[in-house]
């Protein structure tokens, strides 16, 4: 090998790690460092004032999240908010983005709207569906009782048997724009010629959509599904400011929970350990789903490249 | 927004309620100095107090030549969640706010705040004498007082008279029979945040400090033990309160100070009571929007005694707030205490009209008489218990609310709540 080019790739080397460096020391005091601490402690019975945690009980704090009727319903609700995302979210802005694909009258003003609440925190959002909830004053039961369903009025987020449910319908309000916006990039990106090709050869417009459409949004889909899945993981400022994981834990998630026992119990080696369980089911999730869901699209996503560029 | 009046974590905590998340970033310094002398932490983040409290530092620093105070006010929440961090890594205000009981018997056990029983001892005897007892850990003082309040039940006139009821009750029996002709009333009887847990938990202390005594609840701590005749019995009486449906719609979710919840139903007449402490008429002012509030309708009775109970019915149940000084400050921060806690301080901080005091002397500066009516009960007061929540270490508290919400909510009984609280205790 030329003499040149070796060292030219060993300073590249040197270069490389210098420009990452700072990202490095930065993923590491901000990411790595908790991690490990919390899973540190979370092996103690610790309050958390004072030094170092000293009274060591070993998994017992995991072996007692096992056994939490609340962390146990955190699962739950967590699994029913996954479902319920994937189910009624995801088609929903599939649904609105092919819509807003087509030639349509205002189209940019409704991608606008409809992306609007992903630009507002969590923290207004929930403010803002606590008035429209409110019992008394609240926009949702006025809106029924003007159009006359006023047996449908309801106690919304008083109510454990509906207060989930209102919970989903604001993360459903503040979040399927984004996946309408990132799923019309996705079919933006499937060529005409396509779609030309399919209704020159006779297809209809469900067979269109089923048999070139849908298989080549797929990719874009399974991102989709991916962010909606771990959002629902590890939602916490919606609950929190909406109904503070009430009432009697009928919305409660698992960050909550820990946030409950961290700040509320001072029982911070239980609260670590809520943190590492939910880390770890993110990350198991978040592998497998690449291992076995995403790969072909991570793989798919060069060789299309290669072929269209 | 009126002028929000603040009296206690309670109120901060369910008026601030839009969420810990938006106000943490809130909280930032509001240095009143530049040299590092005294950092002081406090609670009072609004009007009326927050001028008040920084009057006084200014007061004392120009009397003082040298000694700086810079001042941190934070809400509530905020508060909480960053003492965590700064006592986790050792290194607390040197004065703060605390609210004694369990959490501060958690720092000083953590060694966080110093013994001030011999600096105060000079001039304790200002303090009234039950007001200091929360901030004392076996038989030590580790906090100083400028706040003190109880709970009781607040109750509309007008609504009473309507269904015919012409004295507050006395006992248990005769409150059930309240409840009872106000519901034939067609009243709502009693205005409850079943959201925000604490209010709950109040019914389930009272009633276990009416019929087991105070020491009751001194000794179940002690023990680790809830499952007392007075803790089960107190579910038992309450669970019989439950039984009759006395609380607004939709009150498991309702806040305690929002618009649509406890205080604001009060406010606005649509219920006939609350049992809170005595923050309540300024809260149900602000959250009902009425100006004034119920005015002259609104009235204020003690909790009633329960037939056949040990406890005294002038037994108090409520709380304040505190300063507990650092391990790091300097004598200066505990001559400042010793400062805003003299009487011509206290009347300033009574005039605003969102402070009990707890200097003796400075009860006359309270111009309402609901007001007055509480720190007279107070004054008379045979024992006093703070809240359980705060009394016990702060698992418990929180494992005491949560059940008794449950219990309220027809989730569980008596007994249930009182072993769920045993569990905890004894973790």
Redesign the interface.
């Known amino acids: 090998m030329d003499r040149n080019l070796r060292r030219r790739r060993i300073s590249d080397r040197i270069t490389i790690g210098l420009f990452m460096l700072p990202a490095l020391v930065l993923f590491g005091v901000l990411v790595v460092v908790p991690i490990l601490v919390a899973a540190y402690t979370s092996l103690f019975?610790w309050?958390?004032?004072?030094?170092l945690p000293t009274d060591f009980i070993g998994l017992d704090n995991f072996v007692r999240l096992l056994d939490d009727p609340v962390f146990i319903g955190d699962l739950r609700r967590g699994a029913l908010l996954v479902v319920l995302s994937v189910t009624v979210q995801l088609p929903l802005a599939l649904g609105l983005a092919l819509l807003l694909n087509q030639k349509l009258r205002g189209r940019a003003v409704y991608r606008v709207l409809f992306f609007a609440p992903y630009v507002l925190s969590e923290?207004i959002t929930?403010?803002l569906f606590?008035m429209v909830f409110?019992?008394?004053?609240?926009l949702a039961n006025h809106v029924l009782r003007l159009v006359g369903l006023e047996g449908l009025s309801s106690?919304w987020?008083?109510?454990?048997s509906t207060?989930l449910y209102s919970v989903f319908l604001v993360m459903t309000w503040k979040y399927f724009g984004f996946h309408m916006i990132l799923l019309l990039a996705g079919r933006q990106n499937i060529p005409r010629e396509l779609h030309e090709a399919a209704a020159t050869d006779g297809a209809g417009g469900w067979q269109i959509f089923r048999h070139v459409t849908l298989p080549l949004l797929a990719p874009t889909i399974r991102i989709s599904m991916f962010l909606a899945v771990i959002g629902s993981i590890q939602l916490f400022?919606l609950v929190?400011?909406l109904?503070?994981g009430?009432?009697?834990n009928a919305s409660e998630t698992m960050a909550v929970t820990m946030f409950?026992y961290?700040?509320?119990?001072?029982?911070?080696g239980y609260a670590s350990a809520i943190s590492i369980a939910m880390f770890l089911i993110s990350l198991t999730f978040a592998v497998l789903y690449q291992r076995f869901i995403l790969r072909r699209d991570l793989e798919g996503a060069m060789t299309t490249m290669g072929d269209q560029r | 927004m009126a002028t929000p009046i603040h009296l206690s974590r309670r109120t901060l905590l369910s008026l601030a309620g839009l969420g810990a998340g938006a106000v943490a970033l809130g909280g930032c310094g509001d240095s009143g100095s530049d040299s590092a002398g005294i950092e002081w932490w406090h609670i009072q983040n609004t009007d009326p107090m927050l001028p008040v409290w920084a009057a006084f530092a200014e007061e004392f620093q120009a009397q003082n030549e040298g000694v700086g105070i810079t001042i941190t006010p934070l809400e509530n929440e905020a508060f909480k969640a960053r003492l965590t961090t700064v006592t986790q890594a050792g290194d607390p205000p040197d004065i703060y706010h605390t609210w004694g009981g369990g959490v501060l018997r958690q720092q000083v056990e953590a060694g966080l705040c110093q013994d001030i029983t011999d600096a105060v001892a000079p001039w304790r005897d200002i303090l009234q004498p039950a007001s200091t007892l929360p901030y004392e850990i076996d038989g030590r003082l580790y906090g100083v007082p400028f706040d003190i309040g109880m709970v009781g039940f607040w109750y509309n006139k007008a609504l009473f008279a309507d269904a015919g009821i012409t004295a507050p009750p006395q006992t248990w029996a005769e409150y059930l029979e309240v409840v009872g002709r106000l519901k034939s009333a067609g009243i709502t009887p009693i205005a409850l945040a079943g959201g925000e847990k604490w209010p709950g938990h109040y019914y389930w202390a009272y009633l276990a400090m009416r019929i087991g005594g105070i020491e009751a609840l001194s000794q179940a701590a002690e023990d680790d033990n809830f499952t007392t005749p007075a803790f089960i019995g107190a579910g038992e009486r309450l669970a019989e309160l439950v039984a009759l449906e006395p609380f607004q719609e939709g009150f498991l979710g309702a806040s305690y100070g929002q618009p649509d919840g406890q205080a604001a139903a009060m406010g606005n007449g649509d219920a006939a009571m609350e049992l809170m402490g005595q923050w309540a008429p300024a809260v149900q002012e602000e959250a009902s929007g009425v100006e004034g509030g119920l005015g002259t309708d609104l009235g204020f009775f003690p909790f009633p005694a329960v037939d056949g109970g040990q406890g005294s019915a002038s037994d108090a149940f409520g709380g304040g707030g505190g300063f507990a000084i650092g391990r790091d400050a300097s004598p200066d921060a505990i001559r400042f205490l010793e400062f805003i806690s003299q009487v011509d301080k206290q009347r300033r901080a009574v005039a605003t009209g969102a402070f009990l005091p707890v200097t003796i002397g400075a009860e006359d500066a309270i111009e309402d008489p609901n007001l007055a009516a509480v720190a007279e009960t107070l004054a008379n007061a045979s024992n006093f218990q703070l809240y359980l929540d705060q009394a016990y270490a702060p698992a418990v508290g929180q494992e005491v609310n949560d059940r008794v919400a449950e219990l309220i909510a027809g989730q569980m009984t008596p007994e249930q709540v009182a072993e769920a609280v045993t569990v905890v205790a004894q973790r």
Do not use: I
């Not at chain 1, 409110?134 to 609240?138: A, D, L, V």
């Open positions: 019975r309050n958390g004032f004072g030094g923290v929930a403010v606590d409110s019992q008394n004053r609240g106690t987020l008083s109510d454990p207060v400022d929190w400011v109904t503070g009430g009432p009697l409950q961290g700040f509320r119990r001072f029982e911070v």
